[in-house]
């Protein structure tokens, strides 16, 4: 039978109040204003479609029909119908009669007094006053959401899709309008929205305490006394201020998800046009509050917006020191609460960036914004740099690059304002060029620093904002702090790397991956800010050669020299590696094998310093000789070594046999034996006697049956050629050695068989080199008769023959012009 809308509204109102799911399908709906042809929307999603009240009989009857069918098919007993449109056939019959006679023309069967058509407002009226009584009566928010949604749906803000379903579409059309946002459909759609809110409100508000796995009783009373904010009724968060609104969506929990926050933004997007703020309705359900709120919305959420994440930043600290205890947080927890807290700020200050939405209004406002939170950021952090992780530093540029990009992309505040005519431009370009400066030097700082602590100055300048009124004075005082700054920098990059070098322990691949990585954000600093000044002042050298060096990072410096070498001082490079060498050399710690290993690598690099690096590896190769081979006392080898001794490699082997002249017994210790001695001082006499004849007779020696002994001083013959002393000078001077270090011992035979061999080496020069005196000098000679004279003076040794032998042939290779040594041997032959 035909009813009208507002009938049948007035008969849904005596419907208890709670779940719509059983009379859904006859909620009024107006899709157009005066047209009754879309009356119902039926449930199922196979006819998900606007019906009239024909086709609205139609529908059910066939559902009627079908249930009735699928029990007869069964066999059973038919039970009642669930759904009863009709009693029967003819009933049925008459109905579908009806309908299709008021489409006639008929007069006879039109409907005398046809029900008048309900408008929209009606409709949305209804609509929500059913949604705030069910909401006063039984305080769920959820169903008091699902009658607002149902009301929507059917005032025709819906769309369909092929499947048959259908969603809520079309809203910002009716809320960006002033006209129809305060109209009973604008209010329909601003208390939807409002509880779709406040349903996510509630769900993020009770993760926190629901998530503790553990007893009631364990569970912080902080946390359960403020589950009473948990129990406000959806129309007295619609009638909170906006200042009041952000902070209980916030607060009251340490986590905030991005869904609220993201749903607080779509809630404000209707009502952002630059007017007014709407009212819900009044609690009554009467009527409307015609009220508006006369505060611009837009300003009143840039400022309200602000000044919260502002506060949630810097009440970090305190909040964390005064939570620490009872729940027992670790430090590292700050920082987790620091980036979530930088997350809200970040995701705040990129609502509507791109659309005419957005928070803060104005770029000004957002450079403001960026600045105070880096501010707030470094008062958290006090010092405590490992609070700067990642994540923070990742939120900061976050907000950062919401900013204009013309300055970010140039990075200089003198190229930026030379295309900008306005005072004012120019100050606000200066201010983000400051901004992004401060950024890119924490992001280094906290990069690179490792355990090291920020210069109070530094941090000063990090604090404290440059940019202020233009004057010769200023200007000067902001350079001087720029330099400053990126000296500072610079030094704690330099510092860092060299700790991150002296911990790592990697492959080749793994310092060349960390070196480009040092490089490459060395050269963009420098290049963006300094142009390039750092690297061409020799400071990066100064921080890196000598620390470098000194913890033995030899590959990482050699490196470092190859594909940046004009960070460095060629001059300073080649006294520091000296230095270090020679000071490593003789160290008492044993360290000459850190010297052979800065030789190694850096010799190629520095070729003049070959002859010091020869003479490193021979004192090294020389030492190792006489521990392993000669068997040299430990301590006596460390005095050797740590003198002045390792300087001179004669003056090493003179001291070696003035303080040990048994070494010349090495390997050939029967020589210390008086017998033996004198055997083998006799075949040794024969045997060079015969080749210094020889050679005076300008042939070659014949084969004889003597054979040379061994000869004493063997190990101390391969020590003088390990230390490189190889001309016919500086074996003399070592068979002097010899022959003065056996003579102090008693062993005139060994002293006696090293003097036939130097006077051997005398005649084999004279032969082979008569026609150029430099070779065998006057020099020369002085050596072999000091030995001559030496022996023959010695009264412990009595072989009269081998003494005059002796004198013979000094006396036959040299021409002695010495009085006194001549006179010597004259007293040899009575």
Known sequence: HPVSMRDRMELLDLVPLGEISLYEHLLPCCVTDGREDAQFLPTSPSKANFLDALQLFTFLSDLQLQSRRGSTKSGEEAPPPALAIFTDDADREHVMHFWEGVDNDDPATTISDPPSASTKEEVATWYLKRAIDLHNETGQVLSMKEVLEAGLIRL???????????????????????????????????????ASLFCHILVDKLKEPLSYNCQPSSLPMESLSEWKDLFISVIQFCSMALSETVPFILESSSNTTRNSISMFQKHVAHFIDGGKCLEPMDTTGASAISSIKSEDLASRLEHDMMELCLDKVKRLRKDWKSNSSALQDPPSSLSLRLEESLSMCADFASFGVRSQSSIIQSEDGLVDFSEKIVHSVLEVVKGEWDLMTEGVI???????????SATAASGSWEAASSQITSQEQIYQTKKLGNLYFRLVVIQLCCKWRGRQAIPRELWNFLRTNSVGEESNSVNNHRVKDLCMAGHSVIAIMCS??????????????????????FVSDVDEFDKRYFSSGVQLSGCLGKYLFSPLLSQHSFVMLKHILKIRSAWFCQDFLRSAVLSFVRDAAASQNKKLHVALACQDLLGPIFPDLAAEFEHLQRTFDAKQFMSEAMKVDPILLEQLFSGDHSDKPIALLQALLAMSPQAILLGCEFWSDETSAFNACTDASVYFTSQICASLNGGLAEESSHVLPPMPGALVMQLANILGLHSPHDLLLVKRCMVNGALKISLVPAATAVCYSMLCDAAFSRHEHTACDATWTSQHELQVLDCVVAIVSDQSFSNVQIKKEVCTLALRLFSITDASLYHVMLVAFK
């Open 156 to 194: 025709g803000f819906i769309s369909f899709a092929d499947d048959g379903a259908y969603e809520i579409s079309g809203l910002n059309d009716v809320s960006k309008s002033r006209e129809g946002s305060q109209s009973a459909v604008g209010k329909l759609i601003y208390l939807y929205s409002a």
């Open 394 to 404: 990742s939120k900061l540029w976050s907000i950062f690059e919401l900013l204009p």
């Open 496 to 517: 860092g790397f060299c700790d991150i070098v002296a911990q790592e322990i990697g492959s080749e691949d793994d310092d060349f991956d960390l070196l480009f990585d």
